[in-house]
Nanobody, 124 residues
């Protein structure tokens, strides 16, 4: 079992930065791939980024590539999403997730555990 709790969301002006954190409980965190998804009002949940547990491969959606960075610290059982050059269209509830697999990580159905979400609002 892995329990996830996000933090770090808030209100920021366009062009600003935020760093989201996701604290995990459970001794198997290091053997789970981790990802970030987001859901804007009236829209479906979409993939943002992942790190696979095997080989540490990272991957980003085109909409955030070059602006967001995903990372993890297994010693602290924590994952992060550094978000720079934020735009109003980045406004959403952001969710962290953990998966026992290391494939198909752009799809939410691959993930076994989810956090409760943290709101990010970017004003123009």
């Amino acid at each position: 079992q892995v329990h996830l709790v996000e933090s770090g969301g808030g209100l920021v002006q366009a062009g600003g930065s935020l760093r989201l954190s996701c604290a995990a409980s459970g001794r198997t965190f290091s053997s789970h791939s981790v990802g970030w998804f987001r859901q804007a009002p009236g829209k479906e949940r979409e993939f943002v980024a992942f790190i696979s547990w095997k080989y540490g491969v990272t991957y980003y959606s085109d909409s955030v590539k070059g602006r967001f960075t995903i990372s993890r610290d297994n010693a602290k059982n924590t994952m992060y999403l550094q978000m720079n050059s934020l735009m109003p269209e980045d406004t959403a509830v952001y969710y962290c997730a953990a998966a026992a697999t290391w494939s198909n990580l752009v799809y939410d159905y691959s993930y076994d555990y989810w956090g409760q979400g943290t709101q990010v609002t970017v004003s123009s």
